[in-house]
């Protein structure tokens, strides 16, 4: 089986290491948390064909008519486990420490960190607990770890660069991070009482985790210039000071959506 999960919206990726890296290539653990924000939902969807549930998610129909299942994650702890897996230890895809002009798209250095949006870490509870100010934890088992969709301008279709201002840095920004395993045995997506998803057989698993608007804003179709929701991190996170927002550099434009994640490296 290959499963891959699409992180979107507003999630903390937290990556446990001992080597004191902002991004650990190889981190001992990985977990998705969800910051608690208001008007923000939580959300695990996929193709319910082939899925074993012992739970009953909304059904919400695509533009095409494919039905989705859409799981709502609110004071969920999961645990998402294979049967068997080749990996031993996460891959975290990296790239040059030249941020202005990205080479392929899928490194992680264009997902920024706690640290560089000015705010110290959190602490990580142990297995099964949640993190205060989150409304939800995923634990994800060994795997590859990368980032997609770098936000372009939707006129000129060049990368649109970022002023982080905590840190006075300027680079592009990826709208999504992608955990993939592959070649793995049968798939078990569990809480504390056993697994609530599972899936078998050799075929291709697409899921995704999303902390975003629970409702289409108003505004939806209109350029993005600052990452305002960044600032609800500090359900989690302690703010080292007033938050400084990141902003779209000089005279560029960008349109939605952009909810961005975030990385947390913490020790142990």
């Not at 979107?8 to 924000?37: F, H, N």
């Not at 939580?42 to 059904?59: C, F, M, N, T, W």
Request: aromatic share 6%; net charge negative.
């Amino acid at each position: 089986m290959n499963f891959e999960l699409v992180i979107s919206g507003l999630c903390i990726i937290a990556m446990k290491t001992s080597t004191g890296e902002d991004r650990p290539e190889q981190p001992s653990q990985v977990d998705i948390i969800c910051p608690s924000a208001p008007f923000h939902c939580a959300r695990l969807s996929y193709l319910p064909k082939g899925i074993i549930a012992q739970v009953q998610p909304e059904l919400v129909v695509d533009e095409s008519g494919k039905r989705i299942a859409s799981l709502d994650l609110s004071r969920q702890i999961l645990e998402i486990s294979f049967s068997s897996n080749p990996r031993d230890q996460f891959a975290v895809r990296l790239g040059s420490s030249d941020l202005q002009q990205p080479p392929p798209d899928d490194v992680l250095n264009f997902i920024p960190t706690l640290n560089e949006l000015g705010f110290d870490g959190f602490v990580m509870p142990q297995d099964g607990d949640l993190p205060i100010g989150a409304v939800a934890r995923i634990t994800l088992p060994p795997g590859e770890i990368l980032a997609a969709d770098i936000v372009l301008d939707p006129d000129s279709g060049k990368v649109v660069l970022w002023d982080f201002p905590e840190k006075a840095t300027t680079h592009a920004l990826a709208n999504h991070v992608i955990y993939r395993a592959t070649g793995v045995g049968d798939l078990a997506i569990s809480n504390a009482d056993g697994p609530i998803l599972e899936a078998s057989g050799n075929v291709p698993i697409w899921m995704s985790v999303s902390n975003d608007d629970c409702n289409v804003p108003l505004d939806f179709n209109d350029p993005v210039e600052a990452l305002k929701d960044l600032i609800h991190l500090r359900s989690v996170a302690m703010p080292r000071g007033p938050f400084k927002t990141p902003v779209i550099h000089k005279d560029q434009r960008t349109g939605r959506p952009i909810c961005n994640q975030v990385i947390h490296s913490y020790g142990g």
